[in-house]
């Protein structure tokens, strides 16, 4: 679909609906194309995506680090 910049103007949310529709919005000066929207892909964040994929027990981080770990998160090693 291609629209004037006034036509754009007057009808941008019903191009932005087209756009993420999935059809090809393009916007013209005269005959000219300048423009175009394009829809941003959404992502969907869903909760709990790995659960039952993730085994064994995670780190205990109440659990003091031994001397090593402290010394290269202090950047002594």
């Given at each position: 679909?291609?629209?004037?910049?006034?036509?754009?103007?007057?009808?941008?949310?019903?191009?932005?609906?087209?756009?993420?529709?999935?059809?090809?919005?393009?916007?013209?000066?005269?005959?000219?194309?300048?423009?175009?929207?394009?829809?941003?892909?959404?992502?969907?964040?869903?909760?709990?995506?790995?659960?039952?994929?993730?085994?064994?027990?995670?780190?205990d981080?109440?659990?003091?680090?031994?001397?090593?770990?402290l010394?290269?998160?202090?950047?002594?090693?």
């Amino acid at each position: 679909m291609q629209v004037t910049i006034h036509n754009a103007k007057t009808n941008l949310s019903k191009l932005i609906e087209a756009a993420k529709a999935g059809e090809e919005v393009v916007i013209a000066k005269g005959k000219t194309p300048v423009a175009r929207i394009v829809a941003i892909p959404q992502n969907k964040f869903t909760i709990g995506l790995l659960k039952g994929k993730v085994t064994g027990d995670g780190p205990d981080f109440f659990e003091p680090m031994s001397e090593d770990e402290l010394a290269l998160w202090e950047g002594k090693a």
